[in-house]
């Protein structure tokens, strides 16, 4: 089966950078249909928000209204990893981050419907400080 490992997290000041990793295993990445890959967060006490998902055969994307413009999402097919590069970051991103994948429908998009996404990671945290 897939496995998912999220690293990358850690304690920044507000405004700065983190880059998060997702290395899959079990499954490779660019294989049609591909694979809607996508990071997750959870904050305490909030539900479960998308934050931005790839569709890894056609490099698609797709963001949450609220990370539009500071994070970007890519991957490397090749190393069946999946990036989150998050900049301009603000002490309301603090949340525990999580990689999660779907076996894409052929035609049909990515969404952050949590239920269609088959395999998740353990989480890495992410803390911004003010």
């Known amino acids: 089966q897939a496995q998912l490992v999220e690293s990358g997290g850690g304690s920044v000041q507000a405004g700065g950078s983190l880059r998060l990793s997702c290395a899959a295993s079990?499954?490779?990445?660019?294989?049609?249909?591909?694979?809607?890959m996508g990071w997750f967060r959870q904050a305490p006490g909030k539900e479960r928000e998308g934050v931005a998902a790839?569709?890894?055969?056609?490099?698609?994307?797709y963001y949450g209204d609220s990370v539009k413009g500071r994070f970007t999402i890519s991957r490397d097919n090749a190393k069946n990893t999946l990036y989150l590069q998050m900049n301009s970051l603000k002490p309301e991103d603090t949340a525990m981050y999580y990689c999660?994948?779907?076996?894409?429908?052929?035609?049909?998009?990515?969404?952050?419907?949590?239920?269609?996404?088959?395999?998740w990671g353990q989480g890495t945290q992410v803390t911004v400080s003010l």
């Open positions: 999660a994948a779907a076996r894409k429908t052929p035609w049909v998009g990515c969404s952050f419907l949590e239920s269609e996404y088959n395999y």
């Open positions: 790839a569709d890894t055969y056609y490099g698609s994307t």
């Open positions: 079990g499954y490779t990445f660019g294989t049609y249909p591909g694979y809607c």
